[in-house]
């Protein structure tokens, strides 16, 4: 399927002229008898960092097959996705596109970590409640919702987990080192002053030429390897890696499962990648009707641990959605902001114990309490696998949230 590079659309073309004859209801959504709500999303649907678009095509995806079914409480979502590729001066751009000219209530969703930064200033300024694909306590804010545990807490528990498998083995940790990949050093220093030996290795997100930074690993004897870095880091490693005859034991962030970049590695690396998934496994029989709908809109998207990420995002938009029209109220920015600001220990198929209320522990703005697990890829089946039960993250001492 063609992806579209400026905008995307998930409402027929009859549903587009019904929203522009109602002007006000599809603009502010509330009032007019409609029943269409403007939802918008940044994404890198274009650029380097597109790897990353199977977690925005099942967010596509699951309004699209919720509009077919009878929309979410009677309201068919109008949504717009725009391409930031992950830059700072395309999502702030965005952000001002989608709130000024396509009207929306709420973002279901924003790309990585540097074009969510660039935003959330703005979007909070004009109190538009965001669901963001980022673990950075930067950006939380009173209207941006994280869907990604505190980055340093998925450090903490990343390296707890390779320093209890290494059972006295070498661990390291590879970082990019910026706002992305930093809170995972403060994981590593915390375990280095209880005792624990771990090699830290940063690299620039500039980086061509990924030899060097795995031959610092190699030579540090590192049989475990948590890395932390953006979708176009992880795959550069492991090709380097391979070039050195390295195969140790990698660990990494759930925005690396993308199935169809790992099929593409040799398997000698890919039989030993475990991830931490706050999210259902992609081929577990609760998350059919994702699988559904994919093969429905995105063919070209494999069922994997991004896709439900995105799926994931909007089911929890789907439910404040819900939430805020509820008894016949209409949606507006700020019922949907009270919606989510109001789940504590919300649960569905595809998402564990998720809270934003701050009666939960939640102590800065919207970084979520989150269960995560490890999850482990299978070269021969293509498929990933859990290696631990969904469990509450552990808190690194300091840090807000969880």
């Known amino acids: 399927m063609l992806r579209p590079i400026i905008n995307r659309s998930v409402l027929g073309a009859s549903m587009v002229l019904l929203a522009v004859l109602a002007t006000a209801c599809s603009a502010s959504g509330s009032g007019g008898q409609s029943k269409t709500v403007n939802v ?40 717009t996705m725009l391409d930031d590729q992950n830059s700072a001066a395309l999502g702030i ?22 074009a969510t930064l660039s935003m959330t200033s703005y979007l909070n300024s004009q109190k538009i409640p965001t669901l963001a694909e980022s673990g950075s306590d930067q950006a939380a804010t ?42 995972f050093q403060l994981a590593a220093d915390s375990l280095v002053k209880q005792g624990n030996a771990i090699a830290e290795v940063p690299f620039q997100a500039t980086t061509s030429d990924w030899t060097p930074v795995v031959a610092r690993l190699q030579q540090a004897g590192a049989e475990y390897v948590v890395a932390a870095g953006s979708t176009l880091v992880f795959p550069q490693l492991i090709k380097a890696a391979v070039t050195l005859n390295y195969t140790p034991t990698w660990l990494a962030q ?22 931490l998934d706050p999210y259902a496994l992609a081929t577990a029989p609760e ?13 070209e998207v494999k069922p994997q641990g991004l896709a439900v990420q995105g799926w994931a995002t909007a089911t929890v938009f789907a439910h404040a959605l819900e939430l805020a029209t509820a ?16 789940l504590n220990g919300y649960s569905n198929n595809y998402i564990h114990n998720l809270s934003f209320d701050p009666s939960s522990g939640v102590k800065a703005p919207h970084l979520p309490r989150l269960n995560s697990a490890i999850t482990k890829w299978d070269p021969a089946s293509k498929t990933f696998t859990t290696a631990t039960d969904y469990v509450p993250m552990p808190k690194l001492e300091g840090r807000p949230g969880q």
């Open 40 to 79: 918008g999303c940044t994404a890198p649907i274009t650029g380097a960092n597109s790897a990353g678009m199977p977690l925005f095509d099942a967010v596509d995806a699951f309004f699209k097959n919720a509009n077919a079914t009878g929309g979410i409480n009677g309201y068919q979502v109008k949504f």
């Open 254 to 275: 759930n925005y690396h499962e993308n199935a169809n970049v790992l099929e593409s590695l040799p398997a000698a690396q890919t039989s030993k990648l475990y991830f």
């Open 327 to 342: 008894n016949g109220k209409q949606p507006t920015s700020a019922s949907i902001t009270d919606a989510l600001n109001s």
């Open 93 to 114: 751009n965005d952000a001002r596109q989608l709130v000024t000219q396509n009207k929306v209530v709420a973002l279901a969703c924003t790309s990585g970590t540097a």
């Open 142 to 183: 009173p209207y941006t919702f994280l869907m990604l545990p505190d980055s340093a807490n998925q450090g903490l528990y990343e390296l707890q987990y390779a320093i209890k498998q290494a059972a006295g083995a070498k661990v390291a940790l590879v970082y990019q080192n910026d706002s992305l990949g930093q809170p």
């Open 287 to 299: 998350s059919a009707d994702m699988r559904t709908a994919l093969a429905k809109y995105y063919p």
